[in-house]
Nanobody
Framework: VQLVESGGGLVQAGGSLRLSCAASGFTFDDYAIGWVRQAPGKEREGVSCISNDDGSTYYADSVKGRFTISSDENKNTVYLQMNNLKPEDTAVYYC????????????????????WGQGTQVTVSS
């Protein structure tokens, strides 16, 4: 199983980035894919999740209306479009996969996901 993130970088507040998570080694449609972030000195936080079974989505309150998660089953890739970025969005963003249902929790994401990527840094300057 492999999850490879890309698309992180440095952006000014108010800007946008699109993260990608390329998945391989498992049946894509059987899994929910999520994005989890970890800011310096803080615990990991579930940001968003999409079910590749039924397309349902979940967003943390802190990103609702600004972030959009989507999935391309032809490419086995999940995207996170991040708009109107804020300095508090600065973190390492991880892609994670869970067999079965959507993860609808922000806290303790380690308890829900089976596989993790290596992470990509997102830095938002003020």
């Amino acid at each position: 199983v492999q999850l490879v993130e890309s698309g992180g970088g440095l952006v000014q507040a108010g800007g946008s980035l699109r993260l990608s998570c390329a998945a391989s080694g498992f049946t894509f449609d059987d899994y929910a894919i999520g994005w989890v972030r970890q800011a310096p000195g803080k615990e990991r936080e579930g940001v968003s999740c999409i079910s590749n079974d039924d397309g349902s989505t979940y967003y943390a309150d802190s990103v609702k209306g600004r972030f959009t998660i989507s999935s391309d089953e032809n490419k086995n890739t999940v995207y996170l479009q991040m708009n109107n970025l804020k300095p508090e969005d600065t973190a390492v963003y991880y892609c994670a996969a869970r067999r079965g249902t959507l993860v609808v929790s922000t806290s303790t994401p380690e308890a829900y996901y089976d596989y993790w990527g290596q992470g990509t840094q997102v830095t938002v300057s003020s």
